[in-house]
Nanobody, 126 residues
Framework: QVQLVESGGGSVQAGGSLRLSCAGF????????TGWFRQAPGKEREGVAG????????YYADSLKGRFTISRDNAKNTVYLQMNSLKPDDTAMYFC???????????????????WGQGTQVTVSS
């Protein structure tokens, strides 16, 4: 069965960094679009970043571009989200998700994704 497992969340002070991991099981991560999303209490789930299968074109929410970087390690079947210069507004549950297609949509809409991990909490204090 397809499974996605996030890890790497935690508590960090503003300005700090974290790297989240999304390990895929039961499928080849490099063949499909992987997206990162986040959801804070009282807010809708929002797209953070995505990486296409194949060549691995990347996409970012405009507000996050420059601070967050998505990458993929094919040998480890894992997608990462490097988060730098973290702000309190980045506090959220972070999810990775797989779309059953090689291509992500630049809009990073959650409704386009088919499989989801359980989430990992990121808390940024001021």
């Amino acid at each position: 069965q397809v499974q996605l497992v996030e890890s790497g969340g935690g508590s960090v002070q503003a300005g700090g960094s974290l790297r989240l991991s999304c390990a895929g099981f039961g499928y080849t991560v490099s063949s499909y679009c992987t997206g990162w999303f986040r959801q804070a209490p009282g807010k809708e789930r929002e797209g953070v970043a995505g990486v296409d299968g194949g060549a691995g074109t990347t996409y970012y929410a405009d507000s996050l571009k420059g601070r967050f970087t998505i990458s993929r390690d094919n040998a480890k079947n894992t997608v990462y989200l490097q988060m730098n210069s973290l702000k309190p507004d980045d506090t959220a549950m972070y999810f990775c998700a797989m779309r059953v297609n090689w291509r992500c949509f630049p809009s990073l809409s959650a409704v386009d994704y088919n499989y989801w991990g359980q989430g990992t909490q990121v808390t940024v204090s001021s």
